[in-house]
């Protein structure tokens, strides 16, 4: 046993179920919420990011007063980003939500108790589900909630209310991705360990900015000894680009050309593994006559990348042992995400690199539990990443759960993009958001404001009273956050991970988990989910649905065995129970796939042209993303920590390239319009050579942003494309209104 146990000590599997026991008894409605135990230290995995560092919470008198980095967990060795040191402080803000609040039509609200919320809830949704058929009625959630509340959330929507369409925040994010490893696969299986970070000779960053996004990966990567190549491709210099060996400066959106290129180029040197793709693939000759199309001409015309750096990147990808290529954003959010990232997952078979130290095509995920809502959530795949429209799939989890299998739909249900269709058609008329904030992150969000005032019943559970959407709800349920309520995560690297109650929640505030159970309960649902007593026995569940899957973690007993081993990676099957986990394993080592033929797919299409370029009346691209590590999405939590307050710029901003800035009249600190065909946003300007001439930079962290992005999706994935629309920028004069 490594040092890991250490700071796992304090909690026995005795003590760690009586307290269990205690914090549950504290989560029924008008109950005072058990203390903990008074001084000790007590691990949890952060809530922000999907790297999922563990941190220890030092608890005194029964209440975390202060964070640091777990020293021994085997993701973040001791160290932690700002927004995971810091996560206590935003619990503490005024602007939590610490009763339920009805709103009238006038915008008053009103305290209600949790008896009459959950009346409400119940008495209104029937109500248009009387009216108008289940179908009126659609849910949104997060990979910000721990799997044991996704998949009650997802079983108590579908299976116990009758709905069909819900969704998450996990589509703006992770979808593509999904999409494209399903079909290469046969499984949502990214393949990697974070140690290949260690071990890769050539690593391949693709829209990914580690060291804003992913900090303590970024670490991981300086700290690799075999290291001969860090390429970065990313139409900015970001922090991560200017650390590269070879930083290639595509165009926006011109991956799946440079991708088609680059394979070209391998086959044409002959820098393929023949034996690989005869035993482990299909699809070759296909795709081999697809790319013969993408030669360097065509390919240095499109992308904007020299010959030199082509040939180079050609060079590094084919002739070195052990390549890892890793993607994240400026992938998944485009209008061809899934098949730019079947593109990067072709590289990899074409060159052999996956299943061996320091090689795969890596999805690097977002959001802490991203992984979890992609299996458990019970949105676009069935509970345990089984299909719904899978008879056999559907009797399973049937049989498991010990319900009626026709309570099971047969088709997944809209996407996110296709309930706001169908809210502007008037199909769906109630809408339960939990954890998550579409009134400042989609795309385009300006269309919703109206939307959601065309709702007949808009219910929000958050932990904040005071974000955009919550500002909207006609019921507002005040959930207990991270720190304050038990449930697992499933990191990037299918590692799975536990958080605890280190707080009490404020108020009257509830973990997810029993606002579900108190809404099944009155919805007549109850006995459905009646061994659904505690996130716990609900993990019970869970390991039993993935039993059988390629997910299979049915070898984990407890949340205790995860403590205890440092974290489980899947698949830990029945047979594993109880021996010591490797710190580190990946997938597909043994060549095999999940497809029935046991082989990797080979998945292509021509390229697109951009659904809105740049043009005369609209002259720079505008890109966004994260704008710093101290920074958390639509910033409901991280403006609360005053620590984080002081490590990024307070009013929102656009970076724009000397040239343009010269050429537009623009100076740096200066307010400027930024213009779209959606909308206009006063910021400030940044000007910085880290954007190229003709591009301008936006961070989504400030509500400004998605006023001016154009709603584009993916075909396959509906993901939304984020990254890429055409803008104008113009000094703002102080008299002309936003
Ligand atoms: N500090 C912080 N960390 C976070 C988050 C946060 O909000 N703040 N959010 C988390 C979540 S949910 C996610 S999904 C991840 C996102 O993590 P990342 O994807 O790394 O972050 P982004 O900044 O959205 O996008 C990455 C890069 O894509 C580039 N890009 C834009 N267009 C293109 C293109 O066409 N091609 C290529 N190759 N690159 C392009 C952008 O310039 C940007 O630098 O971060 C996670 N970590
Ligand atoms: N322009 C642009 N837009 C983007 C992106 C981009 O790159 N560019 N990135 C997209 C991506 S990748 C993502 S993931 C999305 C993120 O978009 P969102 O999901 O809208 O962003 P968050 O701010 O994380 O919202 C989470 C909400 O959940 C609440 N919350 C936190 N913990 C809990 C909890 O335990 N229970 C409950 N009930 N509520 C809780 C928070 O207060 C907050 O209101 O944004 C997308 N939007
Ligand atoms: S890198 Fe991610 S998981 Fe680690 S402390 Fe920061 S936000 Fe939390
Ligand atoms: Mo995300």
């Known amino acids: 046993m490594s040092g890991i146990a250490s700071f796992f000590r304090p909690f026995s599997r005795r ?8 914090v549950d008894a504290g989560h029924g409605i008008g109950q005072v919420p058990a203390r903990l135990s008074p001084d000790t230290i007590a691990p949890l995995v952060c809530g922000y990011c999907s790297t999922g560092c563990a941190l220890l919470a030092h608890i005194r008198n029964g209440h975390a007063v202060n964070l640091s980095p777990a020293p021994h967990y085997p993701v973040n060795h001791g160290t932690a980003c700002p927004k995971g040191w810091q996560a206590l402080a935003v619990l503490d803000s005024a602007d939590r939500a610490t009763v339920p609040l009805v709103q009238d039509r006038r915008g008053h609200r009103r305290r209600v108790s949790w008896g009459e919320a959950i009346e409400i809830f119940v008495g209104r949704m029937r109500r248009i589900i009387m009216e108008h058929g289940p179908d009126a009625v659609a849910f949104l959630g997060s990979g910000q909630l721990p799997t044991e509340e996704l998949a009650f959330f997802g079983s108590l929507a579908k299976f116990g209310m009758g709905l069909r369409h819900g969704d998450g925040n996990t589509r703006q994010c992770m979808a593509s991705a999904v999409v494209a490893y399903k079909e290469c696969f046969g499984f949502d299986a990214p393949p990697y360990t974070y140690a290949d970070l260690e071990e890769s000779e050539v690593i391949v960053l693709i829209g990914a900015n580690l060291a804003i996004a992913h900090p ?11 290291l001969r190549a860090l390429v970065v491709i990313d139409p900015r210099t970001t922090e991560t680009a200017l650390a590269a060996t070879l930083h290639v400066a595509l165009r926006p959106k011109s991956d799946l050309v440079l991708f088609y290129g680059l394979a070209h180029l391998l086959l044409r040197q002959g820098w393929y593994d023949r034996a690989f793709i005869a035993a482990h693939t299909s699809g070759f000759e296909a795709f081999a006559a697809h790319v013969a199309e993408y030669s360097p001409e065509v390919v240095t015309a499109a992308t904007g990348v020299e010959l030199q750096t082509l040939l180079e990147l050609a060079r590094l990808i084919g002739t070195s042992r052990r390549v890892s290529f890793w993607w994240t954003m400026g992938i998944n959010q485009s209008y061809e995400g899934t098949r730019a990232a079947q593109a990067i997952i072709a590289l990899a078979l074409l060159t052999g690199n996956i299943g061996r130290p320091g090689t795969g095509p890596n999805s690097i995920t977002g959001q802490c539990n991203a992984m979890g809502s992609r299996l458990f959530a019970n949105t676009t795949c069935l509970l345990g990443g089984r299909d719904f429209r899978n008879p056999a799939h559907r009797l399973e989890v049937a049989e498991i759960l010990g319900i009626d299998p026709q309570r099971i739909p047969d088709t997944p249900g809209l996407s996110y993009a296709e309930i706001v269709e169908a809210i502007v058609a008037g199909h769906i008329r109630a809408l339960w958001v939990v954890g998550t904030n579409p009134l400042h992150s989609w795309i385009n969000r300006s269309d919703l404001e109206g939307l959601f005032d065309r709702l007949e ?8 009273h005071s974000t955009e959407t919550a500002q909207r709800a006609d019921l507002l349920l005040p959930a207990a956050a991270w720190g304050e309520k038990w449930g697992s995560f499933i990191n990037s690297e299918r590692r799975l991970g536990v958080i605890r109650p280190v707080r009490r929640p404020p108020g009257e505030a509830l973990p997810d988990f029993s606002i579900f159970q108190h809404i099944a309960e009155a919805w007549g649902a109850g006995p459905m989910f009646r061994s659904w007593r505690n996130p716990q026995d609900a993990f019970t569940r869970l390991r039993e649905l993935s039993r059988g899957q390629p997910c299979d973690f049915s070898g984990v007993r407890d949340y205790e065995d995860i403590e205890r081993a440092g974290g489980i990676q899947w698949p830990w099957p029945a047979d594993k129970a109880g021996s010591e986990p490797e710190p580190h394993r990946r997938l597909f080592s043994d060549g095999k796939f999940f497809h029935p033929d046991g082989k990797a797919r080979f998945v292509f299409e021509a390229a697109r042209e951009m659904p809105e370029a740049a043009d005369e009346a609209y002259p720079l691209l505008l890109l966004t993303g994260r704008g710093t590590a101290a920074q958390w999405h639509t910033q ?10 002081r490590l990024y710029p307070a009013d929102a901003y656009v970076e724009i390239h000397p040239d343009d800035a010269q050429r537009y009249g623009i100076t740096s ?17 940044s000007v910085t050579p880290t954007v190229r001439p003709g591009q301008v930079f936006m961070p989504m962290h400030y509500v400004e942003t998605n006023r001016l992005t154009h709603a584009a999706f993916d075909p396959y994935s509906r993901q939304p494309s984020y990254k890429a629309c055409a803008v104008r920028v113009r000094p703002a004069p102080s008299w002309e209104e936003e």
């Open 15 to 22: 003590s760690l179920a009586a307290e269990l026991r205690r």
């Open 216 to 226: 303590i990966l970024w670490r991981r990567v300086l700290r690799n000894q075999h």
């Open 457 to 464: 019943f808009l219910v929000v559970q958050d932990m904040y």
């Open 636 to 645: 409901t939590r991280t403006s609360k920590a005053p620590v984080l307050r």
């Open 669 to 685: 600190g200066c307010e400027v319009f930024v213009e779209s065909r959606r909308g206009k946003a006063r910021v400030r300007a």
